[in-house]
C-alpha cells in the first residue's frame, strides 16, 4: 500500500490559471512533509517543509498546506517557468530506522 | 555556499560491471542519504550514512553498498549491475540526523546495457 499518494499525476494549467495539487498520506507520527520540485535531467529542489495539521508556508507563486492526512500545494497565477514535477515525500520512522518516502509526483506543465 | 554534487553525471556501463559514484555534501552538513529514481518507482531510498557509520537503510538487495569518509563526502558502489539498475542516483545531505531538510545533488544518470 502507497504511503504517500499524488493526485493527478499529470496537470496542464494555462498561464495564470490557478490550481491546486494533493498529496495524501498515511504514515503515522509524522515527523515532517517535504515538497520539492524537480526539473527534467536535476535533482529535487527543496520547496517547503511542514510539521503539523493547520500550518501553512509560502513562496512566491507557491503556498503549501498542510491538514492531518494530506497536504495541498497551491500555484496561484502560475508562469511557464512553475513547469516541472512536484514531489511530497514524509518522514517515517519504522523499526528505528527513518527514511524518506516520496510520491510519484504530478508533472504540471504551464502553457503560455 | 556551494550545494551538493555528484560525480560522474553519466556513466554507461554493461550487465556484470560494478560501478561506484560519489557525493560531497553540502559544507558543514554531516549526513548523506541515497536514492535511486526510476520512471515506474519514483524516488527511494537506498541508505543513509552520518558520522561514518550507516544509520538507516532501504529495502535494497546487498550488491548496493556505500560509505562515508571523515569529511563527510560519501561513495556508493553497485555491484554485478542488472538491467534494472539503470536509473538517476540522487544524493541528498543534511546537518544531522535530527536536522529534517535534506538537500539533493544533480544525480549521476546511470545506464547498464
Known amino acids: 500500500e502507497d504511503q504517500v499518494t499524488q493526485s493527478p499525476e499529470a496537470l496542464r494549467l494555462q498561464e495564470g490559471e490557478s490550481s491546486s495539487l494533493n498529496c495524501s498520506y498515511t504514515v503515522s507520527g509524522l515527523r515532517g512533509l517535504f515538497w520539492y520540485r524537480q526539473d527534467p535531467g536535476k535533482g529535487p529542489e527543496f520547496l517547503f517543509t511542514?510539521?503539523?495539521a493547520g500550518e501553512e508556508k509560502e513562496k512566491e507563486r507557491l503556498k503549501a498546506t498542510l491538514t492531518k492526512k494530506e497536504s495541498f500545494l497551491h500555484i496561484t497565477a502560475p508562469k511557464p517557468e512553475d513547469s516541472a514535477t512536484y514531489l511530497c515525500a514524509v518522514q517515517e520512522s519504522e523499526g528505528g530506522s527513518e527514511k524518506l518516502v516520496f510520491g510519484k509526483g504530478t508533472k504540471l506543465t504551464v502553457n503560455p | 555556499k556551494a550545494g551538493v554534487t555528484q560525480t560522474p553525471r553519466y556513466l554507461i556501463k554493461t550487465r556484470g560491471q560494478q560501478v561506484t559514484l560519489s557525493c560531497s555534501p553540502i559544507s558543514g552538513h554531516r549526513s548523506v542519504s541515497w536514492y535511486q529514481q526510476t520512471p515506474g518507482q519514483g524516488l527511494q531510498f537506498l541508505f543513509e550514512?552520518?558520522?561514518?557509520?550507516?544509520?538507516n537503510k532501504g529495502n535494497f538487495p546487498g550488491r548496493f553498498s556505500g560509505r562515508q569518509f571523515s569529511n563527510s563526502r560519501s561513495e556508493m558502489n553497485v555491484s554485478t549491475l542488472e538491467l534494472g539498475d539503470s536509473a538517476l542516483y540522487l544524493c541528498?545531505?543534511?546537518?544531522?540526523?535530527?536536522?529534517?531538510?535534506?538537500?539533493f545533488g544533480p544525480g549521476t544518470r546511470l545506464l547498464v546495457l
Open positions: 541528498a545531505s543534511r546537518l544531522y540526523l535530527t536536522t529534517e531538510t535534506q538537500y
Open positions: 511542514l510539521y503539523s
Open positions: 550514512y552520518f558520522s561514518e557509520t550507516q544509520r
